[in-house]
């Protein structure tokens, strides 16, 4: 990871014990997510209207990511996923939203994990 602020995240995330910091954990996976995509759109040089959402400009990057073959269709499936879900799966933007927004949603330690698992391979090959 090249920038600084997002390596201090990352490792943040690393050293948080989820049983008993689980907000900070998935707002963490929140933050971290947006800045990878912030990072992908500008070291690309892909130009998305001003105050584009995160929706819009994660699906950026996974189109970046298929057409420049990084990732496979079946590879980019969670993304799609969050992108588009707006049940309550973890690691969906909808959800993540939630959790930072909402008093009455509550992330478990499961639900911290999975998020982080549903995203893993795309953090390992956006920052690769």
């Given at each position: 990871?090249q920038?600084?602020?997002?390596?201090d995240?990352?490792?943040?995330?690393?050293?948080?014990?989820?049983?008993?910091?689980?907000?900070?954990g998935v707002?963490?996976i929140r933050?971290?997510?947006?800045?990878?995509?912030?990072?992908?759109?500008?070291?690309?040089?892909?130009?998305?209207?001003?105050?584009?959402?995160?929706?819009?400009?994660?699906?950026?990057?996974h189109d970046?990511?298929l057409?420049?073959?990084v990732?496979?269709?079946?590879?980019?499936?969670?993304?799609?996923?969050?992108?588009?879900?707006?049940?309550?799966?973890?690691?969906?933007?909808s959800?993540?939203?939630?959790?930072?927004h909402?008093?009455?949603?509550?992330?478990?330690?499961?639900?911290?994990?999975?998020?982080?698992?549903?995203l893993?391979?795309?953090?390992?090959r956006?920052?690769?």
């Amino acid at each position: 990871i090249q920038n600084a602020r997002v390596k201090d995240i990352y490792r943040e995330l690393q050293r948080l014990r989820v049983e008993e910091f689980a907000n900070a954990g998935v707002v963490l996976i929140r933050v971290f997510l947006e800045l990878t995509v912030d990072h992908f759109l500008k070291s690309k040089k892909i130009v998305l209207k001003s105050g584009a959402e995160l929706g819009p400009k994660l699906q950026a990057v996974h189109d970046r990511l298929l057409v420049d073959e990084v990732m496979t269709r079946n590879e980019l499936a969670p993304i799609r996923k969050a992108i588009s879900s707006s049940d309550l799966i973890s690691a969906s933007i909808s959800t993540f939203n939630l959790y930072v927004h909402s008093l009455n949603l509550t992330p478990s330690p499961n639900d911290v994990r999975a998020a982080w698992d549903n995203l893993q391979l795309f953090f390992e090959r956006v920052w690769k």
